[in-house]
């Protein structure tokens, strides 16, 4: 008796085999995906926030040093000292004839003597020697012209400087200017330079600008102080992408590495407005980042202080640890779909398998002999 053997099409075994296999890395693939677009935004928002309550840090110290100028532009000798200088007008000729001198032979000319010796330079030295992060403090009457300083200038006509001529502008009483971070000549530092209209104590009229170069060593403290993991870091920017200030150093005129998408997500929130901005972007050695984007509100005081924070860090670190486990699960369950499927073929092949083939046939007996002697 034959009996048929269990055979396998293996192609056909093959075929679902693979099917499977592709399958399960889609599935993989779009969980995976999904996962990380909800990752990547929760992690952008994490970072627009932290970019946020950094710009906020920045706007409060600006804030503070210019209110302590405004301050001290109100002090008597500060006052006293504009309104004598600014009452006789010497002319332009010799206010330029003067300033040559100056730059000339970096020494106060004769006519000015006890510039730097008067009550409101006394006061103006104190103030730097008291706090060092006021690099220079100068004032000018309202002409233009040196009146004190807490060290020597660079020259003595400031009546062609830019903080001088905005905080004069339109007449009256000035206005107070804060200017950005740039190169003081005259101090030799990245300064914050801060220039505000001194008035006469009896009259709300203008008697001079008193202007204060700040060390921006704290704005740095602030911005090196984000550091999250091992790449995540802060860059203080304007709103076309040129770098203020990093955590490294001071940095003139640098682009920054996401620039252009950094324009283009400005644009989009000023239309729509939106929570936290972020974007992902890469560096200009193809390293995927995640950018979260804080605003400063010192434009709304200040319309050219246009300054934005930015806070970037590596998306390899950010989505590592959920990298990780995510494959370790795909891994468990791969391994898991091969055993079952290895258990069920092996007993598949089990159960199909014939029994044990016995040989029966017919057994002859012998002839028993009966009483009529007949056979059986």
């Known amino acids: 008796m034959s009996h048929a053997r269990l055979r396998i099409n293996y192609r056909v075994f093959t075929v ?11 599935a993989a ?14 992690f952008g928002d994490h970072l627009g926030n932290v970019a946020d309550q950094t710009a906020a840090n920045v706007d409060s110290y600006v804030f503070r040093r210019a209110i302590e100028t405004a301050i001290l532009a109100a002090v008597p000798e500060v006052r006293r000292g504009a309104a004598a200088a600014s009452a006789p007008a010497s002319g332009p000729a010799l206010t330029r004839q003067q300033d040559e001198e100056w730059q000339r032979t970096r020494k106060v000319p004769a006519a000015l003597a006890g510039l730097f010796t008067n009550e409101a330079s006394r006061f103006l030295s104190e103030v730097t020697r008291n706090d060092p992060t006021y690099r220079e403090l100068l004032l000018a009457d309202r002409h233009g012209r040196l009146v004190a300083a807490s060290a020597m200038t660079s020259d003595y006509n400031q009546a062609d400087e830019e903080w001088f001529t905005r905080t004069v502008q339109g007449g009256g009483s000035g206005r107070m200017q804060v200017g950005g971070v740039t190169w003081d000549e005259s101090a030799g530092t990245w300064a914050l ?10 009259a709300s009229g203008l008697v001079g600008v008193l202007k204060a170069v700040v060390d921006v060593r704290e704005i740095v403290a602030t911005v090196a102080a984000v550091r ?26 640098a682009q920054f590495f996401a620039a252009d998408l950094l324009r283009e997500r400005l644009q989009a929130a000023t239309r729509e407005p939106q929570g936290p901005i972020h974007f992902a972007a890469s560096t200009a050695d193809g390293e995927p980042r995640l950018v979260g984007v804080g605003l400063s509100q010192l434009r709304a005081s200040y319309p050219h202080l246009k300054w934005i924070v930015a806070v970037s860090q590596a998306e390899s670190e950010l989505f590592a640890p959920v990298r990780y486990q995510l494959w370790s699960l795909l891994a468990v369950l791969g391994l898991m779909a091969i055993a079952v499927l290895g258990l069920a073929l092996w007993f598949s092949l089990r159960l199909a398998a014939p029994g044990p083939v016995e040989d029966l046939h017919l057994v002859e007996h012998p002839k028993v002999e009966t009483i009529d002697d007949e056979s059986v």
């Open 193 to 202: 330079e801060i220039s505000v209209p001194v008035e006469e104590a009896a």
């Open 228 to 253: 999250l993991g091992a790449t995540g870091d802060a860059t203080l920017v304007e709103d076309d992408g040129a770098m203020v200030l990093s955590a490294a150093r001071p940095v003139a005129r």
């Open 16 to 26: 679902f085999l693979v099917v499977g296999f592709v399958m399960l890395a889609s």
């Open 29 to 42: 693939a779009v969980v995976l995906g999904g996962g990380q677009a909800r990752l990547r935004a929760s």
